[in-house]
């Protein structure tokens, strides 16, 4: 009976001894990617100022500034992909014995998810908002301004699922057959310019999308940056292409001086503008800004 009690003792012993864990260091190691925040900056400040005395030739003295600043934070862990893009820029141009004119306002934020399914294809996710920070004016002849934008007004906000295919860490084509699309405009006066009924806060555009983004440096301190992006729009004519493109080069002289240029144009048939001979219509709009200034930028890994 003793011999049998002991046996028992014995196996009870060895398989609570198989029933722990085993220690940590026979384990295979399986260690999870880290996560890696990539974070970038660009910022420029453009001053000009113009003063006449007694000039003969005649003229008008001036002050103008322009600010904008473009910053990035990238995310990445294993097939997961997080990019996110905040550009602001605003400009005014104050003629002497005249009233200030705004001559650049933009905010635009970007935020796009991927998932890598193959070597250079992810299935993504993109959101976009665009709007202006401040109250925009058209200056007519023998006439007071007229309020043409405000914050809000009009404002854009832009959901898109598709496929991103990125060849190279610099350039990217993203398509986006479903995508969908809000027209905020809370300035009741200001709906019909820019497509809303009078009545209609916030109007829906679904589509199709295209979006191709390039930022490189093409020389030695000459970074060129660009976004053509393309939409359709289903639930209104899909023939009348949406086209929005930036463009930017910014040229550095030295740490802290540079040369920049920017260009931005739209066309949307669904903004309405009056040209010089009082015809209303959809028109190209482009707008160019060159500047020399103070620039400051930064990047971390």
């Not at 854009?156 to 027209?183: C, E, H, M, N, Q």
């Not at 949406?242 to 240029?261: D, E, P």
């Amino acid at each position: 009976m003793k011999t049998i009690t002991t046996s028992l003792i014995l196996i009870a012993c060895t398989l609570s001894t198989f029933a722990q864990d085993p220690p940590t260091d026979t384990l295979p190691s399986k260690e999870k990617p880290a996560a890696v925040w990539k974070t970038s900056s660009i910022n420029t400040l453009n001053f000009s100022q113009m003063a006449l005395s007694n000039w003969a030739a005649g003229g008008q003295g001036s002050l103008a500034l322009n600010a904008y600043t473009d910053w990035s934070a990238k995310l990445s862990k294993g097939h997961h992909l997080w990019e996110n893009r905040l550009q602001a820029a605003y400009g005014f141009v104050h003629a002497y014995d005249d009233v200030s004119k705004k001559s650049d306002d933009k905010l635009i934020l970007d935020s796009k998810w991927g998932f890598q399914a193959f070597e250079k294809l992810y299935l993504s996710s993109a959101f976009n908002f665009t709007s202006q920070m401040t109250q925009g004016f058209e200056y007519l002849k023998n006439a007071d301004p007229r309020r043409i934008s405000n914050f809000m007004a009009p404002a854009y906000f832009s959901l898109g699922l598709g496929v991103d295919y990125k060849p190279f860490d610099f350039f990217s084509i993203r398509a986006s057959p479903l995508t969908s699309k809000l027209v905020v405009v809370t300035d009741t006066l200001l709906r019909p310019r820019y497509g809303n009924k009078i009545d209609q806060k916030v109007r829906t555009e679904l589509g199709a999308q295209i979006k191709m983004d390039f930022k490189k440096e093409i020389f030695t301190n000459v970074t060129l940056s660009t976004d053509l992006t393309l939409f359709s729009d289903y639930l209104g004519t899909p023939a009348n292409v949406k086209v929005f493109w930036n463009f930017l080069i910014n040229m550095k002289v030295n740490k802290y001086l540079s040369a920049n240029f920017r260009t931005n144009m739209i066309y949307d048939d669904e903004i309405k503008i009056t040209d010089k001979d009082g015809n209303v219509g959809p028109r190209l709009q482009i707008k160019e800004i060159l500047g020399v200034g103070v620039t400051w930028s930064f990047g971390s890994k």
